[in-house]
């Protein structure tokens, strides 16, 4: 799946199969549904959901929880627009 892909499938009520539990948190996210976001990112308690985690929390406001789970991803704290590090998480998740 190329992030345009995953673009276009913003257009359908669920997420498509198969996506890791991160890519469906940003899909959530994208939907307006940063309840759902957060609780599929926090159920990949790896790398890729301590980063999706770190933007939600960032997005939140949480500046403080945010850089916790930047930390934990082994990435600094973003300092871009939200939707430039949405993008950006995607393309790195996506690879």
């Not at 991160?22 to 301590?50: I, N, P, V, Y």
């Not at 997005?59 to 939200?82: F, I, M, T």
Request: charge should be negative.
């Amino acid at each position: 799946m190329t992030s345009d892909d995953f673009r276009q499938s913003l257009a359908a009520t669920e997420p498509p199969a198969g996506l890791t539990l991160a890519l469906a948190g940003l899909w959530w996210d994208a939907k307006g549904d940063w309840t759902r976001a957060h609780e599929s990112a926090q159920q990949d308690d790896g790398f890729e959901g301590s980063w999706v985690h770190a933007y939600l929390h960032r997005k939140e406001g949480d500046q403080d929880n945010a850089a916790y789970w930047y930390r934990r991803a082994g990435k600094p704290v973003c300092q871009e627009s939200l939707d430039g590090e949405w993008l950006s998480i995607v393309r790195g998740l996506l690879g």
